[in-house]
Each structure stands twice: as structure tokens, then as C-alpha cells.
């Protein structure tokens, strides 16, 4: 590795901690925000661990695996479209399924991937901006999936605002009688934004896989989905709160890491608690704010067509 | 519409059952065991694929079986988190008829207490633990003689003369291992610092590897681990620096990087309780094993430890099987600079059980167990 300043190297951490948690957290925005409260995240980003890592141990570039993630991470959220849009069933029972589901058919699907390691990923320098001492190095200097966690929240927040499918999607969330009566299919807008959130969630799942740690053992994804969920909250449902939070969270775990190894009289279990009081905290102050920060007005509510 | 209702919560409860059964894989080869078969449990704390740990217990599960072949069956529940969850499973499985159940986590010590006065009848055998009955044995390893070995690797071989030690929770068990190593590092060179992260996880590959590369970024050299993934052997592996394994061989995830591991080898003591139980002949006790019982042993050096320091290691590790070399002989003190042991003296397994202080010269507050 090439000689970063300390600084440096704990900015570059923080993005590659975070990165998981962006895609993640993407995925769930755009399932809550069409009214669809999914807690199976944590599943489909262990499926989408292991598809990745699957893809990349068979040798394909970088790109492929990480189809294959999306792939798995939509199909498993396929199987919870249907049973919450087609067969109406209790949403929060349906996810929490999800999740446990996940997590048994990973372990069960990848005992033969366990204990071996995935080719490393090529670094995309960004000209120029590669070359800024300290923040360049540590910003610019990264796998293709970082730069594309970013994009894809930039074209989230585009199309949530300015498209008239983000208009539908939203107005889906917000109140699905009036969407329906104003004949838009809500069971249609939400199975494709099941399906989205489902491959975005996979993705994030295959950056642990594919980047941050690349080995697969069962239950590795160790809590994040349920993390980004907070995240989504954290950010009153909005893209880039999203990542803001995903970054915060990123900070504090590694910080606290290096605060650990700098030696600082803290005890260890409190820098440990750390990112998850501050999330607390962040829910606290935001749920105080109110207006224009609540959840869309259908969350989590099963949809049937009157007539 | 009620009955698409009833479908969806039928397919969703199967859903959960489905994960339930995968994600605890009860793998009961034989429910009822013929009269006269001796059943054998295992609960684990991590999965058995887990390359570490939890791996090295269930080859001696496995080295049970090949042993003592149709006059054993065995199960085993891996990924049982420590607390009531501990509980509930060891229940379960003293009621399925076990004869004798290992507990192969310091965090089951008061589950398997607790479920063992309900048993009187089964034997409990509790892995690095201190609470003991008539139906409870306890044993464990002297993993910090391995860790001596590790240390004096380490010093040896450090340029940056910084060691990098992934930890993770503070029990006696891993505060020895920190001492032992950094004691035997600073006997060969006395700049040695160690770099000391508590992920309070026991298997977390994320997080493992977070601290592997703040350790690095840090100036570490070297790591040393005593957690269950290899994700800091592969970052070491990465970063082109050296690590030790732990618990298992981790050289697939570092060919170049390993230095050497510690391995935990169960299978001896196992096959014994085990005979005891078929022989009638099982009673209480501690056994606590190092070098001199094969319970600990090293993984091959790496191909970067120089023939010098291999021969120091050897030695080392002879002097300890043999008993001329305590890896805790004074003087040392403790972190405060209060006197620990004298000059010659050493250390007694009761203090090393109950270890709770760093050694002069560590650097940091050691978190509190409790």
C-alpha cells in the first residue's frame, strides 16, 4: 500500500466502511418512500454477498459480479413482493422472514465458498483529482463501486424529484387510495420498487464480499442491513441524508477503531456503542422536528384495490 | 380473500421455519441412540465453517467419531449466541438423550451450569471456563504458550517495532495471551510497542478487518489476533506485511503473510472424555493443556521466518513442553509499576485464570470484563 498520511488513510477507510450502508440504505429508501416497509434487507444483502462473491471466485470481471448480486438481491425481494403485494401478508412478519431466510440459504448455499479468498479489485484513480495531497488519495482513489454508490443516489434523488415516475412512486407512498384512484397500479410501482431496492441492497451486500472483506462466511453482513434500515429514518428519506448517514456511521466505527489503537483512555465497549447512540440520538432530534420529515404517509400499509 | 390470507401466513411461517432449521443446523445423525451408544453433544458459539474457533472444536468432534465409530453418535448446534440462547439449546439437547455435552465458549459458562442442575445425569464438559460441579468439568488450553512463541516471532521480526494485536472481549483468556506475547516480544527487543483493539466480537470479518487496517495505517508490522476470521490475515496478506493465525492454519488467506498459528487441537482430549463416559469411568475436573499434551500446537512457519529465528522458536517451545521455561517467570510487574512476580518466580494457574491486568510496558487501559 503506498504511503498515505494517517489522515489519509482513515478518510479512505471511512468511505470503504460506509459503502455498504449507502447501497443498502438506497435500497430500503426506495421501497419506503413507494410505501413498502421491507426488514429483510439484512437477507437480501448476504444473498447478494455471496452471488458476488460466487461471480468473482468463477472468475468474472468485477461488473458481472456485481449483476449477479443485483440478480440474487432482486430475486429474493421478488419472492417478498409476492407475498406481501399478491397474497397480502403481514409486511414486518414477511421481512423479518426474509432476513432469517437469507441469512439460513447464504450459509446453506455458500458452505463451499467459505475459506477461500476473492481476486482483489483494480483501484479507478481518478485523473487529477487523484493528485490533491491527502483528501485526494483518500477520496478519488477507490474501487468502481464507491463512485457508484454516489451515482446512484444522485440519480435516485433525480428521479424522486423530477421525473413523473418519482412523482408516481412518491404519491404511491404517500397515499395509495388517491394513487389508485387516480389509476396508477400501486401494486405495480411497488413490485418494481421492491425489485430495485432488492438489487440495491445485494450490491451493498457484494461490496463486503467483493471489497471490504473479500472471503464469504455465514452471517458477515453482522447487522448491517438492519443499520441501513435506521439509516433511512436517520435521513427523513432522503438520498443524500442518506449517505450523510451511511458516512457518519462509516466515521465513527473506524474512528473509534483508531482512537483504540492511538491508545486513548476510553473504554472500549463505549467506542463500540458509539455509532449506534449516535443514530439514536440522530432519530431522536429528527422524530422532534416533525413536519417535513415524517414518513410517507402509507408506510408499511398492505394495499387491496376497493373494487 | 381470507383464504389468500391464510396462504401468505402458511408460506411465511414456512419461511421461518425453513431459516430456523438452516441458520441453528441441527445435524443430529441419530435421534434415539441404540442402548449402550454413547451420544455426544457440541454447542458452538460460531459456524463450524468459520476457519477458526469453532472449526478446530468440530474436528475434534469429528476425531471422536472416527475413534470410537458405532459406539458414539454425536450432534453438534453451531452459531449459539452466548446468553438464554445457550440455554435453550442445551436443554434441548440433554432432553434428546445426551450423555455428555461440550460447551466450547467462555460465554457459556452460566447457561451450561444452570442447565447441568436440571440434568444431574449428563455430563457437561465446559471449555476455558472456572465453574465447576459434579456433572460439569472444565478445560482449556495453554494457549498463552503459544502466544510466547508468537511473541518472540514478533519481536524478532518487526522493523517498524510496532505489533498490531486485534482482541476481543477482555477475559483472563485473551489479557493472558496479550501478556504472554508482549512479554516474550520485549525479551528479544526492548522497543517493542503493542497496538491493542477491542472489537468486543468474536467473529465479525468486517469489523476485523476495519481494525487490521487501522492497526496497519498505525504502523504495525505485525499483526497478532484473537479473533475468529481470517479477514485480518488477508488484510495483512494485502497490505504485504506478516500476521499470526489463530485458533487454525489461516495460510490460504496468507500465503505469504502467515508467520505461523497457533492451533487448538481438541481431538486428544476429546477421544478421552469421551472413552471416560463409554467406560463409566467420567469424573469432574480441570484440565488445562499446553505444548506437553499436543492440545496447543503451531502451524508450519512461513516461508519469510528466518532460519535463526525458527531454531529461537523451536527451542523456546521445547523448554516450555518440557517444563524448563514458564512463559510468566519474574520479575514482572504490573502495568501500575506494582511488583506482580519476583526475580525467578512464577506465575500460578490461579492468578493466570483470573488475569485482569496488563504487564508493565503495555500501553492503554484494559476495558473492564464487566
Known sequence: ?307 | MTGFRLKALGLSALLVLTACSDSEQAATEATDAPDGQVKAGFIYVGPVSDGGWTYEHDQGRLAVEAEFGDQVTTTFVESVSEGPDAERVLSQMANDGADIIFTTSFGFMNPTIKVAEQFPDVKFEHATGFKRADNVATYSSRFYEGRHILGLIAGEMTESNVVGYIASFPIPEVVRGINAAYLAAKSVNPEIEFKIIWVSSWFDPGKEADAAKALIDQGADILMQHTDSPAAMQIAEQRGIYAFGQASDMAAFGPTAQLTSIIDDWSPYYIERVGAVIDGTWESGDVWGGFNTGMVALAPYGDAVPEAVRSMADEARAAISEGRLHPFTGPINKQDGSPWLAAGETADDGTLLGMDFYVEGIQGTLPSAN
Open chain 1, 1 to 307: 500500500m503506498t504511503d498515505y498520511g494517517l489522515l489519509t488513510s482513515i478518510l479512505h477507510a471511512i468511505l470503504v466502511a460506509s459503502t455498504p450502508l449507502v447501497f443498502a440504505g438506497l435500497g430500503a429508501l426506495i421501497q419506503e418512500r413507494a410505501g413498502v416497509l421491507n426488514l429483510g434487507i439484512e437477507g437480501l444483502m448476504i444473498v447478494g454477498a455471496l452471488a458476488g462473491f460466487a461471480a468473482a471466485i468463477a472468475g468474472q470481471p468485477l461488473g458481472i459480479s456485481v449483476m449477479a448480486a443485483a440478480l440474487a438481491g432482486a430475486l429474493l425481494a421478488s419472492v417478498f413482493a409476492f407475498l406481501v403485494l399478491k397474497c397480502l401478508s403481514n409486511p414486518v412478519a414477511t421481512g423479518l422472514a426474509l432476513t432469517l431466510f437469507g441469512l439460513g440459504l447464504a450459509a446453506l448455499a455458500g458452505a463451499q465458498y467459505v475459506g477461500r479468498a476473492a481476486p482483489q479489485i483494480a483501484v479507478w484513480e481518478i485523473p487529477l483529482l487523484s493528485d490533491i495531497p491527502v483528501i485526494g488519495p483518500a477520496l478519488f482513489s477507490h474501487d468502481p463501486l464507491v463512485y457508484l454508490s454516489i451515482l446512484v443516489a444522485v440519480c435516485l434523488w433525480w428521479f424522486l424529484s423530477f421525473t413523473r415516475g418519482g412523482l408516481v412512486l412518491r404519491a404511491v407512498g404517500e397515499n395509495h387510495d388517491s394513487a389508485h384512484a387516480l389509476g396508477f397500479s400501486v401494486q405495480g410501482v411497488r413490485f418494481l420498487a421492491i425489485i430495485t431496492g432488492g438489487a440495491l441492497a445485494g450490491i451493498g451486500g457484494a461490496y463486503l464480499t467483493l471489497v471490504q472483506t473479500p472471503l464469504f462466511v455465514e452471517g458477515m453482513t453482522a447487522g448491517r442491513g438492519w443499520i441501513a434500515l435506521a439509516l433511512v429514518v436517520f435521513a427523513s428519506w432522503r438520498p443524500f441524508r442518506v449517505i450523510a448517514g451511511a458516512y457518519l456511521f462509516g466515521s465513527v466505527t473506524i474512528l473509534q477503531l483508531h482512537s483504540q489503537a492511538l491508545g486513548l483512555a476510553i473504554p472500549a465497549q463505549w467506542l463500540s456503542m458509539l455509532p449506534y447512540i449516535v443514530t439514536i440520538l440522530a432519530l431522536v432530534l429528527i422524530s422532534a422536528r416533525g413536519q417535513g420529515h415524517r414518513a410517507p404517509g402509507s408506510l408499511g400499509q398492505l394495499f387491496r384495490a376497493s373494487r
